[in-house]
């Protein structure tokens, strides 16, 4: 491997929390979750970051219906929130306030 190419790979991966292996940055922003579909290895943490104008919240569930696996609270605009993803599993979430919109998942993997 060429040596720019290695180092850029290097500074990418240090200066891009997404890259990282044990953390993944899901944004909300225009009353959407960015990305909506997360694969993750166990143990990461998930931070959901609110961009957009309004408060939402990260429910986990399907179709407005918790299966109380973890729910966030609302998250104001420029906050965020953080969840450790210890098992294995399709852990499906939704935002109460947009249902019908906003809904997301993050599969965890070994």
Not at 15 to 32: G, H, L, R, S
């Amino acid at each position: 491997m060429p040596a720019f190419l290695f180092s850029s790979l290097f500074l990418n991966c240090k200066n891009n929390p997404k890259i990282t292996p044990t953390e993944m940055i899901i944004t909300i922003d225009t009353v959407a979750f960015v990305p909506e579909t997360a694969h993750v290895k166990i143990n990461t943490t998930v931070t959901w970051i609110n961009k957009d104008q309004f408060s939402h919240d990260v429910i986990s569930g399907k179709e407005d219906k918790s299966d109380n696996r973890f729910a966030s609270g609302y998250i104001e605009p420029g906050a965020k929130w953080i969840h450790r993803f210890d098992s294995t599993g399709s852990y499906p979430y939704f935002c109460s306030v947009h249902p019908w919109i906003m809904h997301g998942v993050v599969t965890v993997t070994k």
